[in-house]
């Protein structure tokens, strides 16, 4: 019977901390404002994308040759505003970074600006003109979209992302470096180039880790 008992109570004990260990592995979230800057690695974040984001529209936006221009050709077209396509935004870092958000980012800041327009490209197109194509056969003729209306882009949006990264001891230093282009696809004229170089880390690694 005491040995029943003991057996009893190992079992309890066992399963207590089987429980326990269960329970503290269970992740920790914590809900926070959008805006909360959180850096966790020292690598490129969601506040990053926001303050280069937010540098490059307003110099985009603000310049000269781009509202000359946007003045020129609405005169020149019956008021109609010029239209853009994205391109590819290179990723030149030593690290991932998803261009795809700069680019968005600066896409819907512009448009919502409402000076310029901007037309699909990429697997958006490609999707659209298969869409298209098979309407013709399969939709009736009243509604199936018509071939050959697409509207033609005047200007195409390029960038990249650059880093460099000097490391001395426990000590990382990362500054980036984003550019973003605005040029004429008939003329290859640049219209406007801006660049942010704001963002620069200073990471420093435990000596000692456990």
């Not at 959008?34 to 506040?47: F, R, S, V």
């Not at 110099?59 to 050709?73: E, M």
Request: hydrophobic content about 35%.
């Amino acid at each position: 019977m005491f040995h029943q008992k003991k057996r009893s109570l190992w079992a309890v004990l066992i399963g207590g901390v089987i429980l326990s260990a269960g329970c503290s592995s269970a992740p920790k979230v914590v809900r926070v404002d959008a805006d909360t800057q959180i850096d966790l690695t020292g690598n490129w974040n969601d506040q990053d994308v926001k303050i280069v984001c937010d540098s490059l529209i307003n110099d985009c936006l603000k310049a000269g040759r781009v509202a000359q221009f946007i003045k020129q050709y609405s005169a020149e077209h019956e008021g109609r505003r010029p239209s853009a396509i994205v391109g590819r935004f290179r990723n030149d870092s030593s690290e991932h970074i998803d261009t795809s958000v700069i680019a968005k980012s600066l896409e819907i800041a512009i448009v919502q600006d409402g000076r310029l327009d901007f037309v699909a490209g990429g697997e958006t197109r490609d999707e659209l003109r298969e869409e298209r194509q098979d309407q013709q056969a399969q939709a009736s003729e009243e509604t199936a979209s018509a071939l050959g209306k697409e509207t033609g882009a005047v200007f195409l949006l390029t960038g990249a992302v650059k880093s460099i990264v000097d490391k001395a001891g426990d000590t990382t230093v990362r500054s980036y470096f984003v550019s973003a282009e605005l040029t004429s696809i008939e003329t290859n004229t640049r219209l406007w180039m801006g660049q942010n170089s704001e963002i620069k880390k200073v990471i420093k690694q435990p000596k000692y880790k456990l």
